[in-house]
């Protein structure tokens, strides 16, 4: 059958920057995101593919992080790879040269000037939530339109997917785009049609700052198949070019969401070079919340820093019992801040284990964007005491497992799932669960084990023993079970496994539940059928967390 022409799977990041870099429009988009049915994307149209009829009729470039469950999907359905489908890296129109992208970066800096002229001292807010987050641009929008001189800020967006929303009337706060070099999950891939070379220059620059080496190391870890050189040449001119807005707007504050970017590594760093009030926005550690620091987040957050304050902010009896609520609401709705995704891993797992035996799970985070990553004495001090990966940790674990007979379930972080690279290799009776319903999953276990993920809340939620290997707001609050050692792991998961969850421990979460609330986290206001966290608008009076 002739092909009508090429369509595009993805509407992510990845899918942003391949489209960005080609001379040729798709006829549509395809994407398994029900919601995401019927929205424009790049000026096409998004399907779901259901509704769509013989897609083998168009040639479909997969341009998304879940390649291979995507090539399962069209294999099922008789489409066969290279001649229906193919990846997007290994398109050859996906060749875009760094002088093109160097080029569009200084003529987006003069666009820049021109347009944001009057936003000089404004608040600025980096990010690419916009593209993930369903619900955020409400907020700003809530937040421009009723403090629009408190809240004055622009948004720095790291994706395209902000014009499309506004195109829609969707966004009602000021915005500025970022050119493509900039864009979170963007990298020239390594390939035969060109080499990048860094002259001293280059080199140089990056090696007077510590901040920029670890910039480097950090991006370079995370895309193992970027072109050599790629990664200097994007420190670099990023380096220079926020140097350059900040220097122009002179914001009053800046924020970004996620601190452990590679790009907001480098604005972080700037930032605090020029005493410029710096924020950090992420999702909160209870479903339904956003949360904003100003020492750091994670364990370089308040809670996690300075536990013992933390732990004497006063709550009252009916601070508790709503927060008693809130923990039964989290507990029976089931709600993430992800869509949990759907497979028969779980099921297969079940199968596979020792019904005699405990089941230990073990969750990891993604190395990347915690402060695991590179592994320094910064992390060893304020995230990961232990273990330098999550890969690393895991083996560890195994091992322990196998020793004492438990069941062993890792459960990679679907950004890092790259347990079957030759990293380690887990004993043969470990099982590897890359992609479930995390909250079946942990109903499932007798305890979780993690480092830094945010599972650790969901466990208490789901009411299971969790045993805490490293630094976040956990620390020290009484709700888990805790290991900064070697030596002591082994015995907290027997200590979880014989005590479980206990009434103290409960008690102690339910407590924390209602700080957390009641000084830290905001609602991040979608529909449900309870409130919890601090008004959003607060931050735009100029509310931080301060203590």
């Keep these: 059958m002739d092909k009508k022409g090429f369509v595009i799977w993805g509407t992510g990041d990845r899918s942003s920057c391949f489209s960005e870099s080609l001379n040729e429009k798709p006829m549509f988009y395809i994407d398994n995101d029900i919601k995401k049915k019927g929205d424009v994307f790049f000026d096409r149209?998004?399907?779901?593919?259901?509704?769509?009829?013989?897609?083998?009729?168009?040639f479909i470039v997969i341009a998304n992080s879940y390649y291979e469950d995507i090539k399962k999907q069209l294999s099922e359905l008789g489409l066969k790879e290279n001649e229906d489908f193919i990846f997007y890296q290994k398109v050859e129109n996906n060749v875009v040269r760094l002088e093109k992208l160097t080029g569009e970066l200084r003529n987006n800096m003069i666009v820049f000037k021109e347009r944001c002229s009057d936003f000089k001292n404004a608040a600025l807010i980096f990010g690419s939530m916009i593209?993930?987050?369903?619900?955020?641009?409400?907020?700003?929008?809530?937040?421009?339109?009723?403090?629009?001189?408190?809240?004055?800020?622009?948004?720095?967006?790291?994706?395209?997917?902000?014009?499309?929303?506004?195109?829609?009337?969707?966004?009602?706060?000021?915005?500025?785009?970022?050119?493509?070099m900039l864009w979170q999950n963007?990298?020239?891939?390594?390939?035969?049609?060109?080499?990048?070379?860094?002259?001293?220059?280059?080199?140089?620059?990056i090696e007077e700052q510590s901040y920029r080496r670890r910039a480097l190391v950090d991006f370079q870890g995370k895309n193992r198949n970027m072109a050599h050189g790629y990664g200097e040449c994007f420190i670099y001119y990023a380096?220079?070019?926020?140097?350059?807005?900040?220097?122009?707007?002179?914001?009053?504050?800046?924020?970004?969401?996620?601190?452990?970017?590679?790009?907001?590594?480098?604005?972080?760093?700037?930032?605090?070079?020029?005493?410029?009030?710096?924020?950090?926005?992420?999702?909160?550690?209870?479903?339904?919340t956003y949360l904003v620091e100003r020492t750091g987040q994670m364990g370089e957050s308040f809670p996690a820093i300075y536990s013992n304050d933390f732990q004497k902010l006063s709550v009252t009896s009916d601070d508790i019992k709503e927060a008693e609520k809130v923990y039964e609401f989290l507990h029976e709705s089931g709600i993430n801040r992800k869509e949990q995704p759907q497979s028969n891993e779980l099921e297969i797992a079940k199968k596979a284990i020792d019904k005699n035996k405990p089941i230990v799970v073990y969750t990891g985070q993604n190395d990347y964007e915690s402060g695991m990553y590179p592994y320094s004495e910064k992390t060893k001090k304020y995230h990961s005491p232990i273990f330098k990966t999550s890969n690393e940790a895991a083996l560890f674990l195994a091992e322990i497992a196998e020793k004492n007979g438990w069941n062993f379930v890792y459960k990679p972080h679907p950004l890092c799932a790259d347990i079957k690279s030759d990293e380690i290799k887990l004993p043969d009776k470990a099982i590897v669960i890359e992609k479930c319903n995390i909250n079946e999953l942990l109903d499932w276990a007798d305890v979780n084990v993690t480092i830094l993920s945010t599972t650790g809340y969901i466990s208490l939620i789901r009411k299971k023993p969790t045993v805490m290997l490293g630094y976040t707001q956990l620390k020290d609050k009484g709700c888990n079970y805790q290991a900064f050692t070697r030596e002591a792991v082994e015995g907290e998961i027997r200590k979880a496994l014989?005590?479980?969850?206990?009434?103290?421990?409960?008690?102690?979460?339910?407590?924390?539940?209602?700080?957390?609330?009641?000084?830290y986290l905001y609602d991040d206001m979608n529909e449900r059928s309870i409130r919890f966290g601090k008004r959003w608008e607060l931050i735009c009076l100029g509310e931080t967390i301060d203590f």
């Design 45 to 58: 149209e998004i399907r779901h593919p259901a509704d769509i009829l013989h897609l083998g009729q168009y």
């Design 131 to 180: 593209s993930f987050d369903q619900n955020s641009y409400k907020l700003y929008n809530e937040a421009y339109e009723k403090f629009p001189e408190k809240g004055r800020f622009l948004m720095i967006s790291e994706t395209h997917v902000i014009e499309d929303k506004a195109k829609l009337g969707m966004i009602k706060f000021p915005y500025f785009c970022l050119p493509l």
């Design 186 to 205: 963007f990298h020239l891939v390594q390939n035969d049609f060109y080499e990048i070379n860094t002259d001293s220059t280059i080199v140089d620059y």
């Design 239 to 288: 380096d220079l070019y926020i140097r350059e807005m900040l220097d122009y707007i002179q914001p009053q504050k800046v924020l970004i969401w996620n601190q452990f970017y590679p790009f907001h590594i480098l604005i972080d760093a700037i930032c605090r070079e020029k005493n410029i009030d710096i924020l950090y926005m992420e999702y909160g550690v209870l479903p339904g």
């Design 498 to 519: 014989q005590l479980g969850y206990t009434k103290e421990q409960e008690k102690a979460f339910v407590i924390h539940i209602a700080r957390l609330n009641k000084y």
